[in-house]
C-alpha cells in the first residue's frame, strides 16, 4: 500500500485544501467530489500543481481563454453534451506534446530564415555546432510563445457542464479516448448525484 493510500485525510483537510487551492473561490457550490479527489490525489502524488488547473477554472469564469484553445463542447459519446477546457499537465509528455504540435504547425522559423538569407546572398552555407541552441530555442520556445499567441497550447482537460449560464466544474480527463467510458461512470456514480440536472443533461445529449 502506497504512501497515499496509508494517509488518513479528515474531512476538516479536505475543507483546507479546497480553500488553499482557490477551488471554492473560484467556483462557489459548482464543483464536484470528483473534482476534489483529482486534485487533492494530483498534489498529494506530486504529479500534478492543482494551482494550473484553479487558474483555467478562473479564466472560464472570467470567460477568458488565456493561453489555450477556447472551450469545446464534446459531441461524441460518452462524454456527449459535456464540454471540456484544457489545462497545462505537469511533465515532460505535456511538453513535448506541444512541442511537436509547434513543428507541425510552424517548422522552425530561424532554419527557414536561414536558407532564405543564404539563398539571397548567394551562397551556400552549412548548419554549424554554433547555430545549433538558437535553433533549439526556436523549436521549443519560439514555437511555444507562437502556440499560446494563438490561444493554441494543448494540454488535458477540465470536465464540465453548462446550466442555466453557469459552468459546473465535474472532473479532469485525458485526450486518451480509451479513458472516457471510465470517466462517463464516474460522472454517473458521483457527480450526477450532487447536481441533479446532469442525469438530463447527458440524456437529452444523447437523443440528440
Not at 84 to 109: C, E, R, T, V
Not at 123 to 128: D, K, L, T
Not at 155 to 170: D, S, T
Amino acid at each position: 500500500m502506497s504512501s497515499i493510500e496509508q494517509k488518513h485525510i479528515s474531512e476538516a483537510e479536505i475543507h483546507k485544501f479546497i480553500e488553499l487551492i482557490g477551488l471554492k473561490r473560484a467556483a462557489p457550490r459548482r464543483y464536484s467530489a470528483l473534482l476534489v479527489a483529482n486534485l487533492l490525489g494530483g498534489a498529494l502524488s506530486g504529479m500534478q500543481n492543482p494551482a494550473k488547473i484553479i487558474h483555467e477554472i478562473e479564466l472560464l469564469e472570467r470567460g477568458e481563454l488565456g493561453r489555450f484553445k477556447k472551450p469545446i463542447r464534446n459531441k461524441h459519446p460518452p462524454l456527449r453534451g459535456l464540454w471540456h477546457k484544457h489545462y497545462m499537465q505537469d511533465g515532460l509528455a505535456s511538453m513535448a506534446q506541444n512541442i511537436q504540435k509547434g513543428l507541425n504547425w510552424f517548422d522552425i522559423p530561424l532554419f527557414k530564415q536561414m536558407i532564405q538569407d543564404a539563398e539571397n546572398a548567394g551562397e551556400e552555407r552549412f548548419v554549424e555546432p554554433h547555430h545549433i541552441p538558437a535553433l533549439a530555442a526556436d523549436i521549443v520556445g519560439g514555437n511555444w510563445q507562437r502556440l499560446a499567441e494563438r490561444q493554441a497550447l494543448s494540454g488535458e482537460w477540465i470536465v464540465f457542464a453548462k446550466h442555466e449560464g453557469l459552468n459546473y466544474y465535474l472532473t479532469i480527463a485525458t485526450h486518451n479516448s480509451d479513458t472516457h467510458q471510465h470517466v462517463r461512470e464516474q460522472i454517473e456514480q458521483v457527480c450526477c448525484v450532487e447536481f441533479p440536472f446532469l442525469s438530463r443533461l447527458l440524456a437529452d445529449a444523447e437523443k440528440a
